[in-house]
């Protein structure tokens, strides 16, 4: 193999690496874009009266770092929107997934921590998903009562 040839073979390489590394960052914005707008379409169907936070505010979690503090807040204010809506209309939602959404948190700030992030990458999508699907469902009790 020709020098050329193998200054070739490591640009196909690197672009095929970077074309890889473009490819996981789309798919994880959708994936984020699709979580916010579910965080987003809860607070909306509390209604105003309930909502502890504008549902556009949700948006704040697409900014990197600033997500990790932000993402405390949503939760916080999309379970007390629940909860508020749950009360009003004799629901019962418990405390609307803010354990499970507050583990997500923290496991998400743990995650840039050397070694913790083994295990608290796992934790954090496994409650994530919970958290996730959790407020989706709340999302389709409130939206048959409204």
Not at 23 to 46: E, H, N, P, R, S
Request: glycine share 10%; aromatic share 10%.
């Amino acid at each position: 193999m020709s020098h050329s040839d193998s200054n070739a073979l490591a640009a196909l390489l690197g672009g095929g690496c970077l074309l890889f590394v473009l490819l996981g960052l789309a798919i994880g914005i959708g994936i984020a874009v699709f979580y916010i707008l579910t965080m987003q379409k809860a607070l909306t169907l509390a209604g105003e009266r309930h909502q502890k936070m504008k549902p556009s505010m949700v948006w704040l979690m697409l900014i990197p770092l600033f997500n990790l503090a932000w993402h405390f807040i949503v939760v916080k204010n999309v379970s007390d929107s629940i909860k508020s809506w749950a009360a009003e209309n004799g629901a019962s939602v418990d405390d609307a997934g803010y354990t499970l959404g507050l583990i997500t948190c923290i496991a998400h700030c743990c995650g840039i921590i050397p070694f913790i992030n083994f295990l608290a990458g796992p934790v954090g999508l496994v409650c994530g998903i919970l958290w996730w699907v959790k407020i989706a469902g709340f999302n389709k009790v409130m939206a048959a009562k409204a």
